[in-house]
């Protein structure tokens, strides 16, 4: 293929000479994984990997890991399961697991990362916690991880469909999916002004790419392939410096070279 002989290459180079990418990923159970280990994490590190780049995964965590990452020395992480944007005074639920509280705590104690992967605001929706709010809370959650690391790029991720029949849905809570549409294009209109002000911030849509099809039998996490499929669609926005660049052709080549070997 012609975008694989001379761009891909160009891309490969510059991975591997750019030393190892340093990811802090951080959300709640659909980050840390729960029901599937790792999450969409070790697809992430393997599609990287693949693609001849040193990554190096950072987080206060290293519960919910695999082998792979284990024996790679990358089972860090920040997702943590159950956890919220942040605490609200309107529901004691979320009491000790804001997402926002505690991100200053761990920074202090990582390397500091060059991309950040922060997906967040399930919990809040599914929950029925202050959901018209959510919004609010995410631009105070992602402005507090601009000022800690005003360097690193911020990869957010809008928060997937869901089942309406989950079993961790609050019985208060009705047309979930609609309160997801509503709160992921709250979000990445935060995310597009804070881009346009000169924040090192993208929106990468995962709701449009998974599906309900994509869920396991709870209705709210990921099957195996489902985490797999997030993990290829995370590696694609981080092999993407700068949006609209000439990268963007070549790591989407890459990924479609990557996916017929598979």
């Not at 597009?192 to 000169?198: D, E, K, P």
Request: with cysteine.
């Amino acid at each position: 293929m012609k975008c694989l002989s001379g761009v891909l290459f160009a891309v490969l180079v510059m991975a591997m000479s750019a030393g190892a990418v340093v990811i802090w990923p951080v959300g709640d159970s659909l980050t840390s994984g729960f029901t599937r280990a790792g999450a969409y994490r070790p697809q992430l590190y393997t599609v990287l990997t693949a693609a001849g780049m040193a990554v190096d995964f950072v987080g206060s965590a290293t519960n919910d890991t695999t082998a792979l990452l284990t024996t790679a020395g990358e089972a860090n992480h920040d997702g943590h399961s159950g956890w919220f944007i942040a605490d609200t005074a309107a529901s004691s639920a979320d009491n000790g697991k804001g997402i926002y509280e505690s991100v200053q705590g761990w920074y202090a104690a990582i390397t500091p990362p060059g991309v950040i992967l922060l997906m967040i605001g399930t919990n809040d929706l599914n929950g029925n916690n202050s959901v018209s709010t959510a919004s609010a809370r995410f631009e105070l959650l992602l402005s507090r991880l601009e000022t800690l690391s005003p360097t690193a790029r911020i990869i957010v991720g809008s928060v997937p469909k869901a089942s309406e029949t989950n079993i961790y849905k609050n019985a208060a809570v009705t047309a979930l999916n609609t309160s997801i549409n509503t709160y992921n294009s709250s979000i990445l209109g935060i995310v597009n002004n804070h881009a346009a002000s000169g924040k090192k911030v993208q929106f990468l849509d995962v709701n449009a790419a998974m599906s309900l099809t994509d869920l396991g039998s709870d209705g709210l996490h990921f099957s195996q392939s489902g985490y797999d499929k997030l993990g290829t669609l995370w590696a694609g926005a981080v092999m993407v410096p700068e949006p609209g660049s000439a990268v963007l052709v070549a790591a989407g080549c890459l990924l479609a070279f990557l996916r017929r070997r598979r």
